[in-house]
């Protein structure tokens, strides 16, 4: 088990997680650090351009590791059907 820390990236500027989260693998961090990025979203935590907006998740050296931009964390929207374009119109 390792301790990663999720810190945040918003364009240039870093923010350092001062706490260590345990988890087994680097993926399970990952897994977690999406549900954040989710949950800050829905709670309209993040207001600005969504561009540069990432999670870095680092290891015990402070190494970045992993990566969790906002936007892919977004739901996919499907193009609307021709039918449903047409009614539109």
């Known amino acids: 088990m ?11 500027t870093l923010t350092r997680d001062p706490k260590a989260y345990p988890f087994f ?13 989710r949950e800050l979203l829905r709670e309209g ?6 561009d540069a907006k990432r999670i870095e998740i680092a290891d015990e050296t402070g190494h970045p590791i992993a990566f969790v931009d906002a936007y892919d964390v ?7 059907r021709r039918r449903e374009l047409a009614s539109t119109w």
């Open 2 to 12: 390792g301790n990663f820390y999720f810190n945040v990236r918003s364009g240039e």
């Open 25 to 37: 693998t680097v993926q399970a961090a990952r897994d977690s650090a999406i549900q954040v990025v």
């Open 74 to 80: 977004l739901p996919v929207r499907e193009p609307p």
């Open 45 to 50: 935590v993040v207001d600005e351009s969504l």
